[in-house]
């Protein structure tokens, strides 16, 4: 047997998206060791996927605009379930991320005084979101990766990382993986591990994320000892193509709707007018006419309800197409065909532009578009200190849309790309901190081969089950039971299939070798994805009401006293995907009297 | 025609052959859907790399009857009626398994050029026009498929070119920079002694295949190709560079990626 390659650094990252380039940077830039390994190429992370723009105070467009207005917007979007210092320390601190993303070569679209554009939103009282057309996350995985190169990081690619490592102590000792194009296992020895693994969403049927998104960190951290939480809030963005059926989930910006498109039912009717939420009346146009105004001029009107928060519009969309009001193809319109010129839309929209033409066969200048919710983020995830993004595990550290806390219940559009910057930064300086204070790690080869001889039992197991077809019904299980709208019924049954999936994983086999062989790939992929819809289906259990991403259509209402806990998950240090998890409330940190004036002067 | 015949390479580096499959045809679907189905049914070791699905991350890059194409982005009712659809693995670059390939040169290749280096930041921020990161604009919404690369003549079927020659998808990334409104870096003697860019013969090939439509040829390389020759030989231009203070770094300074 050939020796096991093996590496030691002070900080490895988990991801190559936005949040853990970013924690590179910045560990790198201290000086140490550091590691990133993904699972794909560089500059192919889901991050690529984002659209719309990434959301700043900076105030070139609507000099009103500051923290405070920004923080106040991601509170309410986020139902007031959020971790108010993440979401304060993330509004006061992103401008000054987006500004240095132009400092290492990002160009992003220019006002007339040549400052930073920004761009309406959903959720966003003023003009927010710095972007470039609607290709902004290529922008910023592309400025990242170029920073990583120039710092010289080492970057492990197509590398996939199956169970962290752990000492005796409890902290974290570094990750076991397995490179995809030979199959070759490599141990990765750490003093600190940012985890920047990004979503969840492949476990549902329809979902805008890429195969990536199976819930690795969530699962790997929950497994390590550290803890979960949110995990029921899962957002269902509201604009997904539902026709042909093969791209059903693919995103479409909300920039269409930022930039002037309207929602229709099939009688042609502006339907949000009808679903203005008691929270959002007195900001919210109540006419056509008022809400078109606003585009021009925020003064002369009030917000058009098409940009209400995600939550808002998803479950809208839900009930018009339920009520018989939907397209043919189960969606509803989004029409920005008769409200812009064909200039405009191609300008200021060029990627949907090209996507709905190749891939629908639509002129989305001169028709429009049928759309309809798909799974898109979960604002649930690892459970971290605001100001360190520390898990409880000592040493390990989540970042980005795999930690908790930020966005709450419900996230704002935009609000992702800036959270990637302001806590992948904060992530990667706290981890450096604790890498200079650790001693070197030895790893425990116990742990390590058993880790490994999990994750290639599948090749070695004869007749047992295949792999797409248990991906294939957990899909479909997690769209069924666990989907936009929820209830305790099917909760309960969706809990009792998953018992019935695990158990079919312990029979998985693949075929053919170990070298660049999706099938294994996806089966070392099956026990994250599982995990992470256990811990969902237990979370919208649990969470007796409606709040953001969690509808229950049996607790329609928000439930005041579960507006101030959240349902945290724990397993035991070492557990895995066959092992129960406990769930419990926890009261939420409160926030102080100077925050809380501000949701006062609002009302 | 109810059905799609797909004759897809499998192997590796020590060979391989083509394997026909037969499946059901499903409305609007795209070429990777097939391949998927083909996974999910019958070879769930099928090798091929994809991430989004939407044309957004440019991964799944292969050879659809011969030509470089995104099988994320390539419908099949776009491709001749009850005809095989014959699928191979990029020609430029090893191939790792079936139709996954190793496309580490360009990898190499960014490492190579010299970073970024903006004029210091004023304090109320940089100020640029929308007209002048257009231009670069428009090399940076590349999403890095390397088709152009797979395409190129020079690097296709000319392996040994590669230790010269940075191809397409880097032309525009050094007329990027060279546009960029707030750079200091030079290099052009860099692109043109060590990158190879007089090897390009403006063929064209490049800017067909792009999924993005980046006229890479016309926007990218042909100015470049005009700025490194002024760069070498026209003294107006170095007289116009003194005048406007242009402090671009030399090549050699360039070389080095700052901190």
């Known amino acids: ?166 000492n005796d102590d409890g902290s974290v000792a570094g990750a076991v993986a397995y490179w995809r194009p030979t199959g070759e296992f490599v141990t990765f020895s750490a003093k600190a591990v940012v985890i920047a693994t990004g ?106 309800p098409e940009l209400l928060p995600r939550d808002e519009v998803a479950r809208s969309i839900n009930t018009e197409v339920k009520a018989g009001r939907g397209t043919p193809h189960g969606g509803v319109y989004l029409d920005i065909a008769s409200r812009r010129s064909a200039e405009f839309i191609r300008r200021r929209l060029p990627s949907m532009y090209h996507q709905f033409m190749e891939l629908a066969g639509v002129d989305i200048t001169r028709e429009a578009m049928e759309i309809g919710p798909t799974c898109h983020y979960i604002m649930g995830g690892v459970r971290v200190d605001a100001e360190t993004a520390a898990s409880c595990v000592p040493g390990l550290y989540a970042a980005g849309e795999v930690s908790a806390g930020m966005h709450g219940s419900n996230r704002l559009g935009g609000n992702s790309l800036s959270d990637l910057l302001v806590f992948g930064r904060r992530a990667g300086m706290a981890a450096a901190d604790y890498a200079e204070s650790k001693a070197p790690i030895s790893l425990n080869e116990a742990q390590v081969s058993g880790y490994i001889a999990d994750a290639l039992a599948p090749l070695g197991r004869e007749n047992g089950e295949n792999p797409y077809t248990i991906q294939h019904d957990l899909q479909e299980l997690m769209q069924a039971n666990v989907g936009i709208i929820r209830k305790e019924d099917e909760l309960v049954e969706a809990l009792e299939q998953l018992e019935v999936l695990k158990e079919r994983t312990k029979n998985v086999s693949a075929s053919g070798g170990v070298s660049y062989n999706p099938g294994w790939n996806l089966a070392t992929d099956l026990p994250s994805m599982l995990t992470v819809s256990i811990s969902a289906a237990q979370g919208a259990l649990e969470r007796r009401e409606s709040r953001g991403g969690q509808t229950r259509e049996d607790f329609p209402k928000a439930d005041p006293e579960l507006g101030k806990v959240n349902f945290v998950q724990r397993q035991t240090q070492g557990a895995g995907y066959l092992n129960p998890i406990s769930i419990s409330p926890e009261p939420l940190a409160e926030m102080p009297d100077e925050l809380k004036a501000l949701f006062e002067e609002a009302k | 025609m109810t059905e799609i015949t797909m004759r897809v390479w499998r192997g590796d580096q020590n060979g391989g052959a083509f394997e026909n499959y037969v499946m059901p045809k499903v409305e609007g679907e795209v070429v990777l859907d097939v391949i998927h189905r083909i996974q999910a049914t019958t070879a769930p070791d099928l090798a091929v790399r994809w991430n989004c699905k939407a044309g957004k991350c440019g991964s799944c890059s292969a050879e659809i009857n011969g030509k470089p194409r995104l099988l994320c982005m390539t419908r099949v009712d776009s491709l001749p009626d009850g005809e095989t659809v014959t699928v191979t693995p990029m020609r430029a670059f090893p191939v790792i398994r079936d139709l996954a390939t190793d496309v580490s040169f360009n990898f190499e290749m960014a490492r190579k050029v010299p970073a970024f280096n903006p004029i210091p930041r004023p304090a109320d921020g940089y100020r640029m026009q929308q007209i002048d990161v257009e231009r670069g604009q428009e090399f940076r919404k590349c999403i890095e498929c390397f088709m152009c690369q797979d395409v190129c003549h020079v690097i296709r079927d000319h392996e040994e070119n590669k230790l010269k020659y940075a191809g397409p998808r880097f032309f525009i990334r050094y007329a990027e920079l060279e546009m960029h409104p707030l750079d200091t870096n030079d290099r052009r003697e860099l692109v043109r002694e060590k990158m190879g860019l007089g090897m390009c013969n403006i063929t064209k090939c490049c800017t067909e295949v792009c999924p993005e439509h980046i006229k890479i040829t016309d926007n990218a390389i042909i100015p470049l190709k005009e700025r490194v020759v002024d760069a070498d030989f026209d003294p107006v231009a170095w007289l116009g560079r003194k005048i406007l203070r242009r402090t671009k770094r030399t090549s050699e300074e360039a070389a080095v990626q700052p901190d």
């Open chain 1, 1 to 166: 047997m050939t020796e096991r390659e093996h590496h030691d650094y002070d900080v490895i990252i988990i991801g190559a998206g936005g949040a853990g380039m970013r924690a590179a940077v910045e560990a790198k830039q201290r000086g140490l060791k550091v590691a990133i390994i993904t699972k794909s190429l560089l500059g192919k992370a889901h991050t690529v996927m984002a659209e719309g723009g990434a959301a700043a105070a900076m105030g070139n467009v609507y000099k009103e605009d500051n923290w405070k207005v920004h923080f106040r917007d991601t509170m309410r979007g986020g139902k007031m379930l959020n971790n108010w210092r993440m979401a304060q320390l993330h509004a006061q601190e992103s401008p000054d991320r987006i500004y240095e993303l132009e400092d290492w070569g990002a160009l992003f679209d220019r006002t007339k005084e040549g400052k930073i554009q920004q761009r309406d939103f959903g959720g966003h009282l003023y003009a927010r979101l710095a972007h470039v057309g609607d290709r902004t996350g290529l922008e910023l995985i592309r400025t990242m990766q170029q920073r990583i190169v120039s710092l010289d990081v080492d970057v492990y690619m197509e590398c996939k990382v199956v169970r962290l490592l752990t």
């Open chain 1, 199 to 304: 979503g969840v969403g492949k476990s549902w049927k329809f979902t805008s994320n890429s195969w990536e998104s199976t819930g690795d960190g969530h699962a790997m951290a929950l497994w390590a000892g550290a803890e979960l939480q949110e995990m029921e809030c899962i957002q269902f963005h509201p604009t997904g193509m539902v026709w042909p059926l093969s791209v059903r989930g693919i995103l479409v910006t909300e920039g269409v709707r930022g930039d002037g498109g309207v929602l229709r039912n099939s009688e042609g009717k502006r339907f949000m007018f009808d679903y203005v939420a008691p929270m959002f009346r007195a900001e919210t146009a109540e006419s056509e006419e008022e809400a078109d105004r606003w585009y021009d001029d925020h003064a002369a009107g009030r917000r058009p």
